[in-house]
T-cell receptor
Framework: SAVISQKPSRDICQRGTSLTIQCQVD?????MFWYRQQPGQSLTLIAT?????????ESGFVIDKFPISRPNLTFSTLTVSNMSPEDSSIYLC???????????FGPGTRLTVT | DAKTTQPPSMDCAEGRAANLPCNHS???????VYWYRQIHSQGPQYIIH???NNETNEMASLIITEDRKSSTLILPHATLRDTAVYYC?????????????FGSGTQLTVLP
């Protein structure tokens, strides 16, 4: 199984600033995803991070607000830009390994915007 | 991916079997049934998945009806640590559309 780490684990940020969240996997994976979980809600897919090309965003999410990078098969970043209190959520990185049915999740980054 | 319907909450006594139902009446022939759980403040954890046969692993059993329109996750001997939100998800197992789409899930509370 893939072991996923995220940095930071939590942060408190001011309105209007940006935060970059890192996701590191201990092995090469074929697919990487970013999810958001707002307080008391289920998980919502933000985008699929594509290695070497632009991420694929779900409806309601745009690159200017959530730029994503994936420079290789084990690492990705998600930036939450120009933050507002509505961005306060847990952000989770998730991966699928080649030939695997399981999707693994990182521990999440708890973001609070004041 | 097909949509699922789960009860919002359930209670279970510690040591008893927890049976969590899920309806997925619009499931397609190439879609699998997956179960994940999310313990408070942690990332979701894979439990089990199946296509049409019943499945069992060290964590749970999955019973899928013959018409595949519903399933039940069984935790045979629930413990307090099984208190979590349980998500039933259907999705294709391969191809580009492999990301999981989460519904609202069932909050299972195991009572001492």
């Amino acid at each position: 199984s893939a072991v996923i780490s995220q940095k930071p684990s939590r942060d408190i940020c001011q309105r209007g600033t940006s935060l970059t969240i890192q996701c590191q996997v201990d092995s090469q994976v074929t697919m990487m995803f970013w999810y958001r979980q707002q307080p008391g809600q289920s998980l919502t897919l933000i985008a699929t991070a594509n290695q070497g090309s632009e991420a694929t965003y779900e409806s309601g999410f745009v690159i200017d607000k959530f730029p994503i990078s994936r420079p290789n098969l084990t690492f990705s970043t998600l930036t939450v830009s120009n933050m507002s209190p509505e961005d306060s959520s847990i952000y989770l990185c998730s991966v699928v390994q080649n030939g695997d049915y399981e999707q693994y999740f990182g521990p999440g980054t708890r973001l609070t915007v004041t | 991916d097909a949509k699922t319907t789960q009860p919002p909450s359930m209670d279970c006594a510690e040591g008893r079997a927890a049976n969590l139902p899920c309806n997925h009446s619009t499931i397609s022939g190439n879609e699998y049934v997956y179960w994940y759980r999310q313990i408070h403040s942690q990332g979701p954890q894979y439990i089990i998945h199946g296509l049409k046969n019943n499945e069992t692993n060290e964590m749970a059993s999955l019973i899928i009806t013959e018409d595949r329109k519903s399933s039940t996750l069984i935790l045979p001997h629930a413990t307090l640590r099984d208190t979590a939100v349980y998500y039933c998800i259907v999705r294709v197992a391969s191809g580009s559309a492999r990301q999981l789409t989460f519904g609202s899930g069932t909050q299972l509370t195991v009572l001492p």
